[in-house]
T-cell receptor, first 116, second 114 residues
Framework: DTGVSQNPRHKITKRGQNVTFRCDPI?????LYWYRQTLGQGPEFLTY????????KSRLLSDRFSAERPKGSFSTLEIQRTEQGDSAMYLC??????????????FGQGTRLTVV | AQTVTQSQPEMSVQEAETVTLSCTYD???????LFWYKQPPSRQMILVIR??????QNATENRFSVNFQKAAKSFSLKISDSQLGDAAMYFC???????????FGTGTSLTVIP
């Protein structure tokens, strides 16, 4: 169990540029979540995958945001035409779908995006 | 959608003392999970403790314990014998039985005073 890995850890981009983040979940986890966290706030749900299927998207997720999880393994989150309001920590988490004891989400260290 | 409320933005505790962090939630479901996560500065979020709603017994993990009041929809975290390493943001989280997403509170920043 090597944990959830996110890359890059930090990204500074100019407004209007596109950015892509990657998340590698824990290998046996079939659920993968993306959250956004701004300073002083709790994580806000963006989207969720079960295996390769994107099953839920938040209304917060504008059409500039797209996420994929090909083959149900790693996931990417792309933000097109970035805006200053996109500056935040983007968190990835994974979990199993069972209803047993391993019900919690395991989080990565996050990607901190700064749009200048 | 479920909501999770943490009414204490900041708390402080003397080293070796006990502190309780509050959390309330709103749901119409009868089965669900509740969690407390710890997020140290610039570090990843880690699970502190978990409670299944169908269990009446309060969960305990070493120095961490919860007071789960299902009828009141309250889920507080008690940290005993506080240590400097306990200083962090603490988030209360709710997950429904089907687990499509986790809902988080706004967090409580805990300071441990030496």
């Amino acid at each position: 169990d090597t944990g959830v890995s996110q890359n890059p850890r930090h990204k500074i981009t100019k407004r209007g540029q596109n950015v892509t983040f990657r998340c590698d979940p824990i290998s046996e986890h079939n659920r993968l979540y993306w959250y956004r966290q701004t300073l002083g706030q709790g994580p806000e749900f963006l989207t969720y995958f079960q295996n390769e299927a994107q099953l839920e998207k938040s209304r917060l997720l504008s059409d500039r945001f797209s996420a994929e999880r090909p083959k149900g393994s790693f996931s990417t989150l792309e933000i097109q035409r970035t805006e200053q309001g996109d500056s935040a920590m983007y968190l990835c988490a994974s979990s199993t779908s069972g209803q047993g004891t391993r019900t919690e989400a395991f989080f990565g260290q996050g990607t901190r995006l700064t749009v200048v | 959608a479920q909501t999770v409320t943490q009414s204490q933005p900041e708390m402080s505790v003397q080293e070796a003392e006990t502190v309780t962090l509050s959390c309330t939630y709103d749901t119409s479901e009868s089965d669900y999970y509740l969690f407390w996560y710890k997020q140290p500065p610039s570090r990843q979020m880690i699970l502190v403790i978990r409670q299944e709603a169908y269990k009446q017994q309060n969960a305990t993990e070493n120095r961490f314990s919860v007071n789960f009041q299902k009828a009141a929809k309250s889920f507080s975290l008690k940290i005993s014998d506080s240590q400097l390493g306990d200083a962090a943001m603490y988030f209360c989280a709710y997950r429904s039985w089907t687990g499509n997403q986790f809902y988080f509170g706004t967090g409580t920043s805990l300071t441990v005073i030496p």
